[in-house]
């Protein structure tokens, strides 16, 4: 993980910490017929992706950006990264 994306990852577990009692309600934007979270930057973006497949055990996520928005999505297609 580059310095960046640890920087990144430093500053959401802070803002999780601070808020250990709100609950968080990602940013979303419709992409086609469903709402995917977004992210403010790639690193965000592949930070999230990395994390999704360690909590869940699945596959190795891609990152791409949104299209409609200056922000960035989660896909499982590796091709769109």
């Known amino acids: 993980m580059g310095l960046m994306a640890q920087s990144v990852c430093t500053n959401l577990l802070a803002q999780l910490a601070m808020n250990k ?27 999230a992706a990395k994390v999704a497949q360690y909590e869940h055990g699945g596959p190795e996520l891609g990152v791409y950006k949104c299209e409609y928005g200056d922000h960035w999505h989660l896909t499982g297609n590796r091709h769109d990264k």
């Open 21 to 47: 009692f709100r609950e968080y309600e990602p940013k979303k934007c419709w992409v086609g017929d469903i709402q995917k979270i977004c992210y403010s930057s790639r690193d965000e973006a592949e930070v």
